[in-house]
């Protein structure tokens, strides 16, 4: 069973960056595509962003598109989130996951593995 911890969370100003970082455990991380989501208060979870396991393919919600980039390192098991030009509305708790078997990349159900979550929240 693979293991996720999130880092990177905080508070920042709008326009300001941050970056996540995920670090697996276990031998299938390099293996599995992987994804950021992120839920706001009184909201659903949300799907941010996705990358497939050898990082040949990424895909981005639209509201994150040309700010956020996805990026993995499978040499130290790590998933990564950089996130620029943050807005208000970015304001959430933030969750990498991990798919064992594919699927529809921006589908919730379609990950297998989950982290506890960073909390990021950006200030107007």
């Known amino acids: 069973q693979v293991q996720l911890v999130e880092s990177g969370g905080g508070l920042v100003q709008a326009g300001g960056s941050l970056r996540l970082s995920c670090a697996a455990s276990g031998r299938t991380f390099s293996n599995n595509n992987m994804g950021w989501f992120r839920q706001a208060p009184g909201k659903e979870r949300e799907f941010v962003a996705g990358?497939?396991?050898?990082?040949?393919?990424?895909y981005y919600a639209d509201s994150v598109k040309g700010r956020f980039t996805i990026s993995r390192d499978n040499a130290k098991n790590t998933l990564y989130l950089q996130m620029n030009t943050l807005k208000p509305e970015d304001t959430a708790v933030y969750y990498c996951?991990?798919?064992?078997?594919?699927?529809?990349?921006?589908?919730?159900?379609?990950?297998?593995?989950w982290g506890q979550g960073t909390q990021v929240t950006v200030s107007s």
């Open positions: 996951a991990g798919s064992m078997y594919g699927g529809r990349y921006y589908s919730s159900a379609s990950y297998d593995y």
């Open positions: 990358i497939t396991w050898n990082a040949g393919s990424t």
